[in-house]
Nanobody, 117 residues
């Protein structure tokens, strides 16, 4: 079992920045992939950004150039730096990790991000 705890959400004005953190209960070194998803009211959960075991990253088109995913293996933590936030970024953001040969998914509890003036 992997426990994930997100933090860093909150209320920010358009154009502002936030950094989300996802702390894992064990080493992330061998995780197949780590990612951030988000779900806005009335919408499906969508992938925002992901980073593979090898360090490759990918982003949703809507956040390219504004969001950056990273990880600190020594601290068992993944981050999402979000800059130039827009109202449409408002959602609950979830941390996800994919582990093992059967690619089992684990999820955090979510953290609310609200972008509003």
């Amino acid at each position: 079992q992997v426990q994930l705890v997100e933090s860093g959400g909150g209320l920010v004005q358009p154009g502002g920045s936030l950094r989300l953190s996802c702390a894992a209960s064990q080493s992330i070194f061998n995780f197949n992939r780590m990612g951030w998803y988000r779900q806005a009211p009335g919408k499906q959960r969508e992938l925002v950004a992901a980073i593979t075991n090898g360090g490759s990253t990918n982003y949703a088109d809507s956040v390219k150039g504004r969001f950056t995913i990273s990880r600190d293996i020594a601290r068992y933590t993944m981050y999402l730096q979000m800059n130039n936030l827009k109202p449409e970024d408002t959602a609950v953001y979830y941390c996800n990790v994919r582990v093992g040969a059967y690619e089992k998914d684990y999820w955090g509890q979510g953290t609310q991000v609200t972008v509003s003036s």
